[in-house]
């Protein structure tokens, strides 16, 4: 948690107003080689009054040329998929939620050992207590991915070796809330937890440890009600059953020098601790600037000390056309990968809230290889939109390097995506997608590189039925602890039926 996350998570990371997911699973989802993948959040429709189920039901047949994901010999063979599903829409007045959810089985024709089943969910909910005062919030998603980025298939399918179902939702009270005309608090507490299982008919060698966490968050924020200034006052903790505690406190003023200039402080007080593992209790502070560049453009740039040691943190939301989009961010945190897979999730169903259509992630993405342990992550993300009248282009770009404690060993993973999709006409879309993933050091998986894409055509029947055809291809090499090479081609046909 860097130190202007402090006001995100205090803010905005359970949502301060009814966050809705909602949308259709693809039946064959964008090259998932090095992520997990769930279907990104939507709007119900503003005049939905009760409840809403959308049920659909699909089936893809698939071919791939390396089954077992083997180094050598590679054996080719068919996979059926039937799948069945449903989007769930909720409002009542004081309950607002939805819900997406999809189930499907993977029959192997000659490799029948590794036929299995997949479960996807995502959903949001809230519920008003007390109107504009009192709320009870929460979100969780069930997903599917691999523990590390080598040894993925083409396209996500049951059985392959490292596959994991992750589990993850948090659940709490909100209070929103004006006092006078000074200033907005916002009180959360959340109660998460995070799962993993081994995917069905799935080894998976080192299996992430689950866990439950408790989390509070206050913030009292004056807002733009002062010319020239605006103070915000923050407090945090968090506890999880493996003994990490963190709790602090911050204040923050921002003080404008120009018509879009404003210079920031921070500073506080913290402390983190695991028996075992770490113990810091410091002084915290930060100084930086932030430039509104116009009306939907902003930049952030903080540099201080946290953790014992100097820190950066550093944020940008670009817009300066209807046609092109960018996000970018900076940031230092320490916490165990759970914490870190929970906040993710968070700052998911949020970002997904704010971003302009164009930057909205198509899916919640955990890159990288999975971990138990404590670490202090260095994360750098970009993402980039052009859209034009029928095409449109996505750059996804993210850098980690995490240093584990105590024993300071460290995972250093570069991931980048380019997707293309073009819309031929009202019934027909093409879409085409390069991946790339390197992990230069890993504790656990080695060093290795993979590379993929997919090219897919999706034609829709009529207003409730769909045909989508693609190629999906993955090269991969890990370098150690012993030389591998594996690469797979599959292609694939699929049809969708909504209710």
Do not use: C
């Not at 909602?22 to 090095?34: C, E, K, M, N, R």
């Not at 493996?242 to 200039?261: A, K, W």
């Amino acid at each position: 948690m860097a130190l202007t996350e402090i006001r995100v998570r205090a803010s905005a990371s359970a949502g301060l107003s009814a966050l809705l997911l909602s949308g259709g699973l693809l039946l064959s989802s964008p090259a998932q080689a090095q992520q997990f993948g769930s279907a990104a959040p939507l709007t119900p429709p503003p005049d939905l009054r009760g409840m809403l189920i959308e049920p659909r039901v699909g089936l893809q047949e698939s071919f791939t040329d390396n089954v077992l994901l083997a180094t050598t010999k590679a054996e080719a063979d068919f996979v059926t998929r039937p799948v069945v599903g449903a989007d769930i829409l909720l409002n009542t007045g004081r309950a607002v939620g939805s819900l997406a959810t999809q189930l499907s089985y993977d029959q192997y024709a000659s490799h029948t050992e590794l036929s299995g089943a997949s479960l996807y969910a995502n959903g949001n909910a809230t519920y008003t207590v007390v109107p504009d005062f009192l709320f009870l919030e929460g979100e969780g998603t069930v997903t599917n991915g691999t523990v590390s980025t080598f040894g993925t298939s083409a396209i996500d399918r049951a059985g392959t070796g490292g596959r994991l179902q992750l589990s993850t939702y948090s659940v709490g009270p909100h209070v929103s809330t004006t006092l006078g005309d000074v200033a907005d608090l916002e009180v959360q507490g959340r109660f998460a937890q995070v799962a993993f299982t081994a995917g069905d008919k799935s080894a998976v060698p080192i299996l992430p440890a689950d866990s439950i966490i408790g989390m509070s968050s206050v913030m009292l924020d004056t807002g733009q009600r002062f010319v020239g200034f605006e103070l915000q006052t923050s407090g945090n903790f968090e506890h999880d059953n493996h003994d990490y505690q963190l709790y602090n406190g911050i204040q923050t003023i921002f003080v404008r020098i120009l018509p879009q200039l404003r210079l920031i402080a921070r500073g506080g007080y913290e402390s983190i601790t695991q028996p075992k593992v770490i113990s810091i209790t410091k002084p915290v502070w930060s100084g930086g600037l932030e430039l509104s560049i116009n009306e939907k453009s902003t930049v952030t740039v903080e540099t201080g000390e946290r953790y014992g040691h100097p820190v950066w943190n550093a944020n940008a939301l670009l817009q300066f056309s209807d046609r092109f989009f960018a996000t970018m961010r900076y940031a230092e945190v320490l916490e165990p990968s759970q914490i870190s897979i929970s906040s993710s999730f968070a700052d998911f169903v949020t970002q997904n809230r704010l971003l302009p259509v164009p930057l909205v992630s198509p899916n919640f993405a955990l890159n990288g290889n999975i971990y138990t342990q404590t670490s202090l992550n260095k994360t750098a993300e970009a993402r980039m939109a052009y859209v034009w009248d029928e095409d449109s282009v996505n750059v996804d770009t993210s850098w980690i390097d995490r240093r584990f404690e105590p024993d300071g060993t460290h995972d250093r993973t570069l991931i980048s995506s380019v997707e293309y999709t073009r819309h031929i006409n009202p019934v027909l879309s093409a879409d085409a997608r390069l991946s790339f993933a390197h992990t230069y050091a890993s504790p656990l998986y080695g060093a290795s590189q993979s590379y993929g894409g997919e090219v897919d055509l999706l034609y829709d029947l009529n207003s409730t039925m769909s045909l989508r055809a693609g190629y999906g291809v993955t090269r991969q090499s890990r370098y150690t602890p012993a030389p591998l090479d594996l690469s797979e081609n599959v292609v694939f046909a699929a049809i969708q039926k909504r209710f």
